[in-house]
């Protein structure tokens, strides 16, 4: 278990109901190279999430659509398997997944060296097999961990995690319950050494001490987070 220590600002504040400190992450667990097909792949788990990604590419992009002249193109799936939540989801695309699929492109893109691949196409499939809020996070998370075991050029990894406000206090690494309950939710992204943000969501409303607040926790959180995707990239290839 991860536990981030910072500075306890909500002293005397009311427990989590999974018993977590405010800036707690849940267990957290990556591998690398779990499918023999794809060119990249990761496997996550995190509290309740269990998540499956493979990269193919760069290859020779056929479909218009998806050539750029000078770059490589990234087209993203994220897909809710129907049996990975409490109520049955339906198979297929909604909303939903059409809008996680396109922030997860966007926030991976600035991490990779696209200009090295013109007219190439980058497939990343997320395939999301047990959910328990903060899907779209981990799915980022093990995404880069995926990009960089296909071997494709990058400046940095990229490493997501949510806060929110739960009972008036600002907590780490959102619950299903948490999410669905609590006041606000922040999806953030970080490339973690230069500490870029490339996601940056809000689903609720904070003041500006608490979005400051929740912004910086996040961001300890990606922190914590992008040792645990390295440490599954030197288990896979070696120190
Ligand atoms: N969820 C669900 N059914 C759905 C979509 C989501 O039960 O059709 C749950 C799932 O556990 C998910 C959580 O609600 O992780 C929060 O969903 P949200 O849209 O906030 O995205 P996420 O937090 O997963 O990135």
Redesign the pocket.
Known sequence: MIIIITEDTNLGAKSREDGRAFDELRPLKIEAGVLERADGSAYLEFG??KILVAVYGPKESHIRRFQRPDRAYIRCRYN?APF????R??PGP?R?SME?SKVTAEALQPSILLEKYPRALIDIFIE?LE?????????ITAASVALADAGIPMKDMVVAC?SGKVNDQIVLD?S?VE??EGQA?L?VAIMPRSGEITLLQS?GSLNAGEFEKAVDLAVEGCQAISKVQQDALKKRYGE
Do not use: F, Q
């Open positions: 309740g999430n809710m990975s939540v409490d109520d989801k339906r909604d939903r996680i999301v959910a328990e809020g903060g899907t779209r996070c981990a799915g949510a959102l299903e999410d669905k939710d999806p689903d």
